[in-house]
């Protein structure tokens, strides 16, 4: 069968060195809508090196490299047709505080779980990533295989929770300019899903569409503006299930539930903030869902 899964989750890590500059922090929070108004200064701690603040979604692309599920996709005991896979949902376990600047940092990746869903597989690849001073990260991205289930495998844990009950308690929305996924795959992702219109057609969408990891870093970002003071280091964690496409040139909708007793001067206190993401041009179309920022 394409998926092995006792080879897969029996096979070495593989580790990997990785690093990054000012330069590569910047042209990724460009990526994901940063810089507007360019003399803000809440924008200037993501665009400017003096002072420059990471985004802990940086996590995904740090190293300039493929993004997680095309890795899993080389680790032994998977051989599946690239057509039949979907990037499902990613989360981010943070250690401390991203720098901005890396010299040398280690990449550890292996295949954590596979799950038979029946209609599908999911494998969790899990990465680890540690500098000399110690862990940065973890995490996991969760890859959807279409057709590759039924082996009687475990199903695993579900994923889903139910949405908020009750009216968000901040309400952001973001535009997507028409040249966002033109400047978020300078970041490492050349998938021309999200360039070339012919490749979009073959693919059965109507024009390029946004990377899945665009749209999360741009609702991290809104939750660290809207609740948590632009405190990046408040972020302990971060996880989302990627439900529904997002076109250049929309509009996205993030509503926040935020625990804690209230905003307490922009969200202080520790917990939990549940977000949803949605499209407002297609009617609240669903973009992300299952959306935790845990907070310190």
């Known amino acids: ?18 690093s990054w500059s000012h330069k590569d922090v910047q042209l990724y929070h460009l990526g994901i809508g940063a810089g507007l108004p360019a003399t803000d200064p809440g924008e200037l701690r993501y665009t400017l090196e003096s002072g420059l603040r990471v985004l802990p979604s940086f996590a995904t692309v740090a190293g300039a ?26 989360s981010i376990t943070l250690y401390r505080p991203l ?3 890396c010299a040398a940092a280690v990449t550890t990746r292996r295949i954590a779980a596979v799950h038979d869903k029946g209609e599908a597989a999911v494998l969790v690849m899990r990465t680890d990533v540690a500098d000399a ?6 995490d996991d991205a969760w890859i959807h295989v279409r057709g590759e289930g039924g082996w009687g495998g475990d199903r695993g844990p579900s994923v889903r ?6 009216p968000p308690g901040r309400t952001a929305e973001r535009p997507v300019r028409e040249d966002q996924a033109l400047l978020y795959r300078l970041s490492g992702d ?3 899903l999200h360039a070339d219109p012919g490749f979009a057609r073959l693919a059965g969408f109507e024009r390029p569409i946004l990377h899945g990891l665009c749209t999360y870093g741009m609702t991290l970002k809104a939750v660290v503006d809207t609740l948590l003071g632009g405190d990046v280091a408040r972020v302990r964690g971060y996880t989302a299930r990627f439900t529904g496409v997002v076109y250049p040139g929309e509009t996205l909708r993030i509503r926040m539930w935020h625990d804690g007793g209230g905003d307490r001067g922009n969200g202080g206190g520790g917990g939990e903030v549940r977000v949803t993401v949605s499209v407002v041009e297609r009617g609240d179309a669903p973009a992300l869902a299952g959306t935790v920022v845990t907070r310190s």
Not at 74 to 86: C, E
Not at 133 to 138: A, H, K, R, S
Request: no cysteine.
């Open 190 to 192: 050349w998938n021309p």
């Open 65 to 90: 490299g493929s993004p997680g599920v095309i890795g899993g996709l080389s680790m032994p005991g998977v051989d599946v047709d690239l057509a039949r896979v979907l990037h499902g949902g990613q």
């Open 161 to 166: 929770r139910e949405a908020p009950a009750g």
């Open 1 to 18: 069968m394409p998926i092995d899964a006792a080879k897969a989750l029996a096979a070495p890590p593989r580790t990997g060195e990785i």
């Open 133 to 138: 001073d110690g862990p940065l990260w973890t």
């Open 99 to 101: 720098p901005a600047e």
